[in-house]
């Protein structure tokens, strides 16, 4: 669900990233080697809540059946610190709490798509609608047409950056998306890279989504919250508020389908 790893070499930054994302090999508690873009709290703009609004989403993802890359806690020790060259990640690791949050690097293939990508197959089309209601249900405004956060290998997407999802407490005019008008006028998703693609199409389907939802249990729930590291936890809500609002969403699931296929019409 959210294995934990161990930082072991330096590779390079990132080419681009609001939150100074960095490209190291880590180790897996069994040895085996993995490549991890991984982001640490002195690059985040809601450290550390971004980091605990990240790992929700990105375990909550994973369980949906959403293309997400595989989610890591990140460990970095003051031996792998030292052996970093670059003065800018020298920087940054030292002023981060000591785990950081990773995403699982992605084969060769995958580039960006945007909305002037062409007209996409049914799976895509598929794909695109649930990654639509996961961002819209969860507050997710960071999957911009400019900004995508998300690459395609043509078969499938790959979605990552969710350090925005989950603020429903600082998201002006905010309603739960299960409330009747809660993604109209100002909160309408018109922005996202994909509702241009999906507004007005017929047979939009959301029961896969709807289904696994709400077979999230209660003690999934509590795993997710567990598996966030007390490191994180000092003097923040935002775990509390996240899991929360997941329990209620699960509870609230077909009802926000019904006003997010609306929203599209």
């Excluded at 052996?83 to 690097?105: C, I, P, R, T, W």
């Excluded at 709400?214 to 923040?236: C, F, L, T, V």
């Amino acid at each position: 669900m959210f294995d934990s790893i161990e930082a072991v070499r330096f590779d390079r930054e990132m080419s681009n990233g609001r939150t100074k994302p960095i490209l190291i090999n880590c180790e897996r508690i069994n040895g085996d080697e993995v490549e991890v873009v991984a982001k640490f709290s002195f690059g985040c703009d809601n450290s550390p809540n971004g980091l605990i609004r990240e790992a929700l989403a990105a375990m909550l993802a994973k369980d949906l059946g959403l293309p997400v890359p595989e989610p890591f806690l990140v460990s970095i020790t003051p031996e792998f610190i030292a052996s970093v060259e670059n003065q800018a990640v020298l920087h940054l690791l030292k002023n981060s709490n000591k785990h950081g949050f990773g995403s699982h690097k992605l084969p060769d293939g995958f580039g960006v798509w945007t909305a002037s990508s062409g007209r996409m197959s049914k799976k895509l089309e598929q794909e695109a609608l649930e990654v639509f209601a996961f961002d819209a249900w969860l507050t997710n405004a960071d999957r911009r047409i400019n900004n995508p956060n998300l690459l395609t290998d043509g078969r499938s997407f790959a979605i990552f950056d969710h350090e925005y999802t989950l603020m429903t407490d600082l998201n002006l005019g905010w309603q739960p998306p299960w409330i009747q008008g809660a993604l109209a006028g100002f909160n309408a998703p018109t922005n996202h890279v994909f509702y241009q693609s999906l507004k007005g199409v017929a047979g939009l389907d959301l029961s896969r989504i709807c289904t696994a939802m709400s077979s999230i249990s209660d003690g999934r729930i509590n795993e997710y919250a567990q598996a966030i590291p007390a490191s994180w936890q000092h003097g923040s809500t935002a775990l509390a508020q996240g899991v929360d609002f997941i329990s209620q969403l699960r509870e609230n699931v077909q009802l926000s389908a019904d006003e997010l296929l609306r929203s599209l019409k």
